[in-house]
């Protein structure tokens, strides 16, 4: 049975600290109370919160499409006017996947037992993210529960179509960069050999291009295995050095200067940050409670350095335009829309507004990166295949020069 430390205020009105057993929190408070004290915070201990969190790895989570359909269809039965308890009996009834099952019954047994919604969600963990129980902290605390959690599902369909617009974006250049890869590979080691075979035999000098990609050949057959052991020595080595935030923060940065990757990234950014702030803002979540949900949403080590700054000062007092726009990673519109929000107090409408505007620019973004990557791919092709090419054709115009 799990203990519980608590602070409660005894029938004298003293302060009292100490521990207690119980099947469940709300089992432990019913304890205080029959005591005759008043419970002022009470959580599980470090032993068996430890023991919860090593738990909660082995749960099975869902997708966050599948997250955003599950808090669209509570919100539902939430506006219908169903209870909370009965909303998510409801769900699990309709439930078809066993994770979702799972989850759902994790969520019906702690809140029977006491706990809040968000509680019960941030105990479970992924795939409940700081954001989402955030918002759902925000709906316990301002009574909107369906029309919170209705902004909630919108935000993570948003998220989900966003990561899908970006994969499809890129999947064509990778297919091509791949494709590129194993031609000239079965090019170099399997082809040229045996188109070179009857040259070599004439003993004529070969041109450079063809010493070239000769070389290139053997090497490639006789060190095959090694140059797969240092490619994936080199991948290992590449994560372990990104592990490193400092190394991370470098990284990113370098992203971020990049001509056409770097502008996709920081649309990107700008446009998560400023629907996922303008949502958690009208959720009635504090400004620097939402910076900090943000900060994790972003991808970007560099841009949630920046936000942290950003944050720091709007501790300080400062209005929040002023840090952004020192920042350096966020447009000036972005600044100017938080710049006139802080004004006249519409501050969370003008981001939500302003977060339309910045999807375009990211769909636009996006054209703009599957046009231009396939060019570059297709022109390093045929660079590469002219030089293929010459490095075979030369030697047999020489050949044939020779027997003329």
Same mark, same amino acid.
């Given at each position: 049975?799990?203990?519980?430390?608590?602070?409660?205020?005894?029938?004298?009105?003293?302060?009292?600290?100490?521990?207690?057993?119980?099947?469940?929190?709300?089992?432990?408070?019913?304890?205080?109370?029959?005591?005759?004290?008043?419970?002022?915070?009470?959580?599980?201990?470090?032993?068996?919160?430890?023991?919860?969190?090593?738990?909660?790895?082995?749960?099975?989570?869902?997708?966050?499409?599948?997250?955003?359909?599950?808090?669209?269809?509570?919100?539902?039965?939430?506006?219908?006017?169903?209870?909370?308890?009965? +909303?998510?009996?409801?769900?699990?009834?309709?439930?078809?996947?066993?994770?979702?099952?799972?989850?759902?019954?994790?969520?019906?047994?702690?809140?029977?037992?006491?706990?809040?919604?968000?509680?019960?969600?941030?105990?479970?963990?992924?795939?409940?993210?700081?954001?989402?129980?955030?918002?759902?902290?925000?709906?316990?605390?301002?009574?909107?529960?369906?029309?919170?959690?209705?902004?909630?599902?919108?935000?993570?369909?948003?998220?989900?179509?966003?990561?899908?617009?970006?994969?499809?974006?890129?999947?064509?250049?990778?297919?091509?960069?791949?494709?590129? +890869?194993?031609?000239?590979?079965?090019?170099?080691?399997?082809?040229?050999?045996?188109?070179?075979?009857?040259?070599?035999?004439?003993?004529?000098?070969?041109?450079?291009?063809?010493?070239?990609?000769?070389?290139?050949?053997?090497?490639?057959?006789?060190?095959?295995?090694?140059?797969?052991?240092?490619?994936?020595?080199?991948?290992?080595?590449?994560?372990?050095?990104?592990?490193?935030?400092?190394?991370?923060?470098?990284?990113?940065?370098?992203?971020?200067?990049?001509?056409?990757?770097?502008?996709?990234?920081?649309?990107?950014?700008?446009?998560?940050?400023?629907?996922?702030?303008?949502?958690?803002?009208?959720?009635?979540?504090?400004?620097?409670?939402?910076?900090?949900?943000?900060?994790?949403?972003?991808?970007?080590?560099?841009?949630?350095?920046?936000?942290?700054?950003?944050?720091?000062?709007?501790?300080?007092?400062?209005?929040?335009?002023?840090?952004?726009?020192?920042?350096?990673?966020?447009?000036?519109?972005?600044?100017?829309?938080?710049?006139?929000?802080?004004?006249?107090?519409?501050?969370?409408?003008?981001?939500?507004? +302003?977060?339309?505007?910045?999807?375009?620019?990211?769909?636009?973004?996006?054209?703009?990166?599957?046009?231009?990557?396939?060019?570059?791919?297709?022109?390093?092709?045929?660079?590469?295949?002219?030089?293929?090419?010459?490095?075979?054709?030369?030697?047999?115009?020489?050949?044939?020069?020779?027997?003329?």
């Amino acid at each position: 049975m799990p203990s519980f430390r608590y602070q409660a205020i005894s029938p004298d009105g003293s302060v009292q600290a100490g521990t207690l057993t119980a099947p469940d929190r709300a089992s432990a408070l019913k304890a205080l109370s029959l005591r005759g004290e008043t419970p002022l915070e009470i959580e599980l201990s470090a032993a068996d919160a430890a023991a919860a969190e090593g738990r909660r790895f082995k749960r099975p989570t869902i997708s966050r499409a599948e997250l955003a359909d599950l808090v669209r269809e509570l919100a539902t039965a939430l506006e219908a006017g169903l209870p909370l308890m009965q +909303a998510l009996r409801t769900v699990r009834r309709q439930a078809a996947s066993k994770n979702l099952q799972v989850i759902l019954d994790f969520l019906i047994e702690r809140v029977e037992a006491g706990v809040t919604l968000h509680q019960a969600a941030k105990e479970y963990g992924s795939p409940f993210d700081d954001m989402t129980t955030g918002m759902l902290r925000a709906a316990d605390a301002s009574g909107r529960n369906a029309e919170i959690m209705h902004q909630l599902a919108d935000l993570l369909e948003r998220s989900v179509e966003l990561r899908r617009e970006v994969v499809g974006a890129i999947i064509y250049p990778l297919m091509i960069a791949g494709l590129i +890869a194993v031609s000239v590979v079965i090019l170099i080691v399997f082809v040229l050999p045996r188109v070179m075979k009857p040259i070599m035999n004439a003993s004529l000098e070969l041109p450079m291009p063809t010493v070239v990609l000769m070389n290139i050949s053997d090497f490639l057959a006789s060190w095959w295995l090694v140059i797969i052991g240092a490619g994936v020595m080199l991948f290992v080595a590449a994560r372990n050095w990104l592990a490193s935030p400092d190394n991370r923060l470098r990284f990113d940065a370098f992203v971020l200067r990049t001509p056409v990757a770097g502008r996709l990234v920081r649309d990107i950014a700008v446009a998560r940050f400023t629907r996922t702030l303008g949502t958690l803002v009208s959720a009635g979540i504090p400004i620097l409670s939402a910076l900090k949900i943000v900060r994790d949403t972003l991808g970007n080590s560099a841009l949630t350095q920046a936000v942290d700054q950003v944050s720091d000062k709007v501790t300080t007092g400062q209005s929040l335009a002023d840090p952004l726009e020192r920042s350096g990673h966020f447009p000036p519109l972005l600044v100017q829309i938080v710049n006139i929000g802080e004004r006249s107090g519409r501050l969370e409408q003008m981001l939500l507004h +302003a977060a339309g505007s910045f999807d375009r620019q990211v769909n636009n973004s996006l054209k703009l990166f599957t046009r231009i990557l396939p060019t570059i791919l297709l022109i390093v092709m045929a660079l590469i295949a002219s030089f293929v090419l010459a490095a075979i054709l030369l030697p047999i115009i020489e050949l044939q020069n020779a027997v003329v």
